[in-house]
Nanobody, 115 residues
Framework: QVQLVESGGGLVQPGGSLRLSCAAS????????MSWYRQAPGKERELVAA????????SSAESVKGRFTISRDNAKNTVYLLMNNLKPEDTAVYYC????????WGQGTQVTVSS
């Protein structure tokens, strides 16, 4: 079965960096685009960044452009989200997502940006 396991979240000061990882299994990872979403308390889940199956095409939300970078390693079945210059408004639970017939989500990893 499809499994997505996120890791790398934590507490960081404003201006700091984190790298999130999402380890995937149960499907042919290199055939599918992957996405990162986030959900802040009291807000709807929103798309943060996406990457094509081969990694050559990426997109990101305006709010994170120039600060967040999505990448993938198809040999490791892992997608990453490098987050630089973090701001308090980036505080949220971050989720990995893939659409393989159905839509699958990981359990999420908490990112808290606070001094």
């Amino acid at each position: 079965q499809v499994q997505l396991v996120e890791s790398g979240g934590g507490l960081v000061q404003p201006g700091g960096s984190l790298r999130l990882s999402c380890a995937a299994s149960g499907f042919t990872f290199s055939n599918y685009g992957m996405s990162w979403y986030r959900q802040a308390p009291g807000k709807e889940r929103e798309l943060v960044a996406a990457i094509s199956s081969g990694g050559g095409v990426t997109s990101s939300a305006e709010s994170v452009k120039g600060r967040f970078t999505i990448s993938r390693d198809n040999a490791k079945n892992t997608v990453y989200l490098l987050m630089n210059n973090l701001k308090p408004e980036d505080t949220a639970v971050y989720y990995c997502n893939v659409r393989v017939t159905n839509t699958y989500w990981g359990q999420g990893t908490q990112v808290t940006v606070s001094s």
